[in-house]
C-alpha cells in the first residue's frame, strides 16, 4: 500500500535492520495508526494498523539477539568520558553568531532536605552550580572534548565574546569511558544527522579550560566582587559619586540583579517560569549592566579576564553561591584537583 500523504518519520523503532515501525498520529484516513516503513527505499508505508483508542509508543516485541555485556569496558577508565557534538548550529536560528566555544556547568547536587534551603540565587530554587571551564568549537560547529563522568553536566554554546547564545537547561552525563554523541543546540526530532566527519576528530580530545576564579564552585564574593573593588568601588560607595549605586561587599549583589529593565532578576525570573532559554536572549547578552560598560562608562575599561567574570556569573543566572553548604564546597574544590589531568594546564 502506498499513502500520498506527508509522512513524518516519528517515534521509529527499527524491526530489523531496513523495515521501521512508527506511529503517525495524521496518516489519513487511518487517523491514529501503527505503519511500517522501508528505510533504504522512497518513504513508502507497507502496512497500516489503525488503533483503537491509541497506540503511543509502540514498541516492537519480536525476539532478537541479546546484546553483549559492556560493563567491563565502563571499569576500565575510571574517572572520564567524551562527548563529541558534530555541529553546534543544528537548532539554533541561522542568524545565530559564530559559536567559538562550549561552557560546561556542572551540577552539584542538594543536600540539605528542606525545600528552597538554603537559597543560592534569585529564584530560591536554583540548582547548585559549578562552572568547569570551556572547550573550542571548531569551524565547523563540531567540538570533541573530555568530561568527567558520573557527573550531571549542562552546555553553553559561546559566541567569540564570551557571551552565552543558547543554555542547556537538562542535564546530561557520561558513564566511564563512555563516548557521547550529540547533534548541535539540538536537531529536530525528524531531522537526519549529517554524514559527514567532524572537524573535532581529526584532533586528540580538547581538555577543559577552567573558568575565572570563584566559578568552581559559583561565588558571587569570589566571583564578581573582586572587580567591582578594582573598577567600581571608587564611585559607588555610599557618599561617593555614584553612590547612588551601592558597589560595596553588603549591598553589590542586590544593587547588580535589581539593575535595570529587564533586571538580571526578572530575566531569570521569566526564565525560571517558562522554564527554558530563550536562542539569543542570553542573560549577559541582553544585560543593561554591560550594555552600560561597553558604551563606556566614566572611563572605566574592563580587561578581558574581568568582562568574563562578569559575563560568567550572568549566563549562569546570578547566582550569590554554586554549593549547598561548606562541606560540598570543600568536595568540589577537591574534585578539580582530582580531575587535574581532564583540564588544560
Ligand atoms: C547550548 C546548546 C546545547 C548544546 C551544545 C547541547 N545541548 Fe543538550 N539540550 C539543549 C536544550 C535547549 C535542551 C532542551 C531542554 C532544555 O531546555 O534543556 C537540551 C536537552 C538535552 C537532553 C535532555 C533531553 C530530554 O528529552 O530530556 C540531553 C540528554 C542532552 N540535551 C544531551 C546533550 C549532549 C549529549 C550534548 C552534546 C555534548 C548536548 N546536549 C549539547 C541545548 C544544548
Ligand atoms: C569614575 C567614577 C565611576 C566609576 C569608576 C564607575 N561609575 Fe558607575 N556611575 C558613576 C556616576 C557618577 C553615576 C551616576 C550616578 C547618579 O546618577 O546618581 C554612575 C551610574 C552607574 C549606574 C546607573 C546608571 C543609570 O543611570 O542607570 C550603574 C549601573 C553603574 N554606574 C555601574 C557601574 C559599574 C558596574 C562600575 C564598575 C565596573 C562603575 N559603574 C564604575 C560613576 C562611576
Given at each position: 500500500?502506498?499513502?500520498?500523504?506527508?509522512?513524518?518519520?516519528?517515534?521509529?523503532?527499527?524491526?530489523?535492520?531496513?523495515?521501521?515501525?512508527?506511529?503517525?498520529?495524521?496518516?489519513?484516513?487511518?487517523?491514529?495508526?501503527?505503519?511500517?516503513?522501508?528505510?533504504?527505499?522512497?518513504?513508502?508505508?507497507?502496512?497500516?494498523?489503525?488503533?483503537?483508542?491509541?497506540?503511543?509508543?509502540?514498541?516492537?516485541?519480536?525476539?532478537?539477539p541479546k546484546p553483549a555485556p559492556v560493563s567491563d569496558r565502563l571499569?576500565?577508565?575510571?574517572?572520564?568520558?567524551?562527548?563529541?557534538?558534530?555541529?553546534?548550529?543544528?537548532?539554533?536560528?541561522?542568524?545565530?553568531?559564530?559559536?567559538?566555544?562550549?561552557?560546561?556547568?556542572?551540577?552539584?547536587?542538594?543536600?540539605?532536605?528542606?525545600?528552597?534551603?538554603?537559597?543560592?540565587?534569585?529564584?530560591?530554587?536554583?540548582?547548585?552550580?559549578?562552572?568547569?571551564?570551556?572547550?573550542?568549537?571548531?569551524?565547523?560547529?563540531?567540538?570533541?572534548?573530555?568530561?568527567?563522568?558520573?557527573?550531571?553536566?549542562?552546555?553553553?554554546?559561546?559566541?567569540?565574546?564570551?557571551?552565552?547564545?543558547?543554555?542547556?537547561?537538562?542535564?546530561?552525563?557520561?558513564?566511564?569511558?563512555?563516548?557521547?554523541?550529540?547533534?548541535?543546540?539540538?536537531?529536530?526530532?525528524?531531522?537526519?544527522?549529517?554524514?559527514?566527519?567532524?572537524?573535532?576528530?581529526?584532533?586528540?580530545?580538547?581538555?577543559?579550560?577552567?573558568?575565572?576564579?570563584?566559578?568552581?564552585?559559583?561565588?558571587?564574593?569570589?566571583?564578581?566582587?573582586?572587580?567591582?573593588?578594582?573598577?567600581?568601588?571608587?564611585?559607588?560607595?555610599?557618599?561617593?559619586?555614584?553612590?547612588?549605586?551601592?558597589?560595596?561587599?553588603?549591598?553589590?549583589?542586590?544593587?547588580?540583579?535589581?539593575?535595570?529593565?529587564?533586571?538580571?532578576?526578572?530575566?531569570?525570573?521569566?526564565?525560571?517560569?517558562?522554564?527554558?532559554?530563550?536562542?539569543?536572549?542570553?542573560?549577559?547578552?541582553?544585560?543593561?549592566?554591560?550594555?552600560?560598560?561597553?558604551?563606556?562608562?566614566?572611563?572605566?575599561?574592563?580587561?578581558?579576564?574581568?568582562?568574563?567574570?562578569?559575563?560568567?556569573?550572568?549566563?549562569?543566572?546570578?547566582?550569590?553561591?554554586?554549593?549547598?553548604?561548606?562541606?560540598?564546597?570543600?568536595?568540589?574544590?577537591?574534585?578539580?584537583?582530582?580531575?587535574?589531568?581532564?583540564?588544560?594546564?
Open positions: 500500500m502506498s499513502l500520498s500523504c506527508l509522512v513524518e518519520y516519528h517515534d521509529r523503532q527499527p524491526f530489523i535492520r531496513s523495515v521501521a515501525c512508527l506511529l503517525k498520529g495524521s496518516l489519513q484516513p487511518f487517523g491514529q495508526s501503527l505503519a511500517m516503513f522501508h528505510l533504504h527505499r522512497k518513504p513508502v508505508v507497507h502496512h497500516v494498523r489503525t488503533c483503537a483508542p491509541a497506540c503511543t509508543y509502540p514498541l516492537p516485541v519480536q525476539p532478537r571499569a576500565e577508565t575510571p574517572e572520564e568520558g567524551y562527548f563529541v557534538l558534530t555541529n553546534v548550529r543544528e537548532g539554533l536560528p541561522a542568524d545565530t553568531p559564530p559559536i567559538t566555544s562550549l561552557r560546561i556547568v556542572a551540577v552539584p547536587a542538594k543536600t540539605q532536605p528542606e525545600m528552597n534551603t538554603p537559597n543560592l540565587g534569585v529564584t530560591a530554587d536554583d540548582p547548585g552550580k559549578c562552572v568547569l571551564g570551556t572547550v573550542p568549537v571548531e569551524r565547523d560547529g563540531s567540538a570533541y572534548f573530555v568530561a568527567p563522568s558520573g557527573v550531571p553536566l549542562f552546555f553553553q554554546a559561546l559566541a567569540a565574546d564570551g557571551t552565552a547564545v543558547q543554555t542547556m537547561r537538562t542535564a546530561t552525563y557520561l558513564q566511564p569511558g563512555q563516548k557521547l554523541g550529540c547533534v548541535g543546540c539540538h536537531e529536530g526530532r525528524s531531522t537526519p544527522a549529517a554524514n559527514r566527519r567532524p572537524m573535532a576528530l581529526n584532533r586528540p580530545p580538547s581538555r577543559i579550560t577552567p573558568g575565572p576564579e570563584g566559578s568552581w564552585p559559583l561565588r558571587f564574593d569570589k566571583l564578581v566582587q573582586p572587580v567591582l573593588d578594582r573598577h567600581c568601588a571608587s564611585c559607588h560607595t555610599p557618599g561617593k559619586p555614584g553612590g547612588r549605586w551601592n558597589l560595596s561587599p553588603d549591598a553589590a549583589y542586590h544593587t547588580l540583579v535589581t539593575y535595570g529593565q529587564p533586571s538580571l532578576r526578572d530575566h531569570v525570573q521569566t526564565r525560571y517560569r517558562e522554564g527554558r532559554s530563550v536562542a539569543g536572549q542570553g542573560a549577559a547578552a541582553t544585560s543593561p549592566i554591560l550594555a552600560l560598560i561597553r558604551k563606556g562608562h566614566h572611563g572605566v575599561r574592563l580587561e578581558a579576564g574581568d568582562m568574563e567574570r562578569l559575563i560568567v556569573w550572568m549566563d549562569t543566572y546570578a547566582q550569590r553561591l554554586g554549593s549547598f553548604s561548606p562541606a560540598q564546597e570543600q568536595e568540589l574544590m577537591l574534585l578539580r584537583q582530582r580531575w587535574a589531568k581532564l583540564l588544560s594546564p
